[in-house]
């Protein structure tokens, strides 16, 4: 599967640009397992190595690690640098999900 293709999704999308010997990074781990817990099947969250995918993350300009884009719809609708808290992310995330017709 491609970048591309992991973003053409109805739903909105939590990418983790990481570095396996970044420790912030190694940090994250855990607090993005919680995050898929909490927040379902309502998002999705995936993690790419910058070092294993350096367009990628030249493509989006990831000066830093860890770098965590939401995207929506195929499109970056918020990015933050930096260890985030599962609340935090949680919050920002569910401001793209789709609310369910009536």
């Not at 927040?39 to 690690?65: Q, T």
């Not at 939401?70 to 609310?99: D, M, Q, W, Y």
Request: with cysteine.
């Amino acid at each position: 599967m491609t970048f591309a293709e992991l973003l053409q999704t109805e739903k909105p999308v939590l990418i983790d640009f990481y570095a396996d010997w970044c420790a912030p990074c190694r940090a994250m781990k855990p607090i993005l397992e919680d995050l898929k817990t909490r927040i379902g099947e309502d998002a999705l969250v995936y993690k790419i190595d910058v070092d294993r995918n350096p367009s990628v993350a030249e493509a989006y300009k990831v000066m830093s690690i860890p770098t965590l884009i939401i995207f929506k719809n195929g499109e970056p609708v918020c990015r933050k640098s930096g260890i985030a808290p599962a609340n935090e992310l949680l919050k920002l995330l569910s401001e793209h999900i789709p609310t369910p017709a009536k």
